[in-house]
């Protein structure tokens, strides 16, 4: 066994020492960089559910429900022929002018979700107004109904970062579609 002398003890004791600031600085700046990175990084947008992967051959229907009534019947005997589900999004506007409506929606097992109280552009007003938007949409079919929503889907599929945080701190998932079926020319 060998003895360490009291010189070589310090010194070792020092290597360490200095081994160990080293480690600490270089830790250190390990984080500061990686929260650089992080914070300018622009790939870091936040993005609502464009779509779910599934082994399973299935698609989505979705419909916005903002203006009139006209179609509402027809489409929900064509849903109920092919026995199909789908998700209709309401703006709260359409929810008090036709509640039987919504209910039917409902009762023919449709999924509903929150299209805005007022169907504007989302990324031009202030959070307190988006989560007016949800809330006052929400609570509107609440009432009605007894339903609680779960999905967003934004007006004009108008979305930025702060609406995708006042989404999810409303309880909200936000939804975008993938493939568009109107075509305007």
């Known amino acids: ?6 010189l070589n003890s310090k010194a070792l004791f020092k290597i360490i020492g200095i081994l160990l600031i080293i480690l600490a600085i270089m830790m250190i700046s390990n ?4 929260k650089t990175i992080e914070a300018f990084s622009p790939n870091k947008k936040s993005l609502p559910i464009y779509c779910v992967d599934t082994d399973e051959k299935k698609i989505a229907i979705s419909f916005d429900a903002a203006w009139g009534n006209d179609d509402t019947d027809d ?5 109920d022929e092919y026995d199909i589900k ?4 309401l703006v709260k506007m359409w929810v008090e002018k036709y509640p039987d409506d919504v209910k039917k929606i409902l009762e023919a097992g449709h999924d509903i979700g929150n299209h805005s109280t007022t169907h504007p552009h989302m990324t031009k007003i202030s959070e307190d107004e988006m989560k007016k938007e949800l809330m006052d949409a929400h609570e509107a079919v609440k009432n009605l109904t007894g339903y609680e929503m779960d999905l967003f889907r934004p007006p004009f599929g108008d979305y930025n970062d702060k609406l995708l945080k006042v989404c999810k701190e409303c309880g909200y998932y936000a939804i975008q579609w993938d493939v568009e079926s109107l ?3």
């Open 75 to 79: 489409l929900l005997k064509i849903l």
């Open 183 to 185: 075509v305007i020319k």
């Open 86 to 89: 789908s998700t209709f999004f």
């Open 1 to 6: 066994m060998y003895k360490i002398n009291n």
């Open 31 to 34: 984080l500061l960089i990686e």
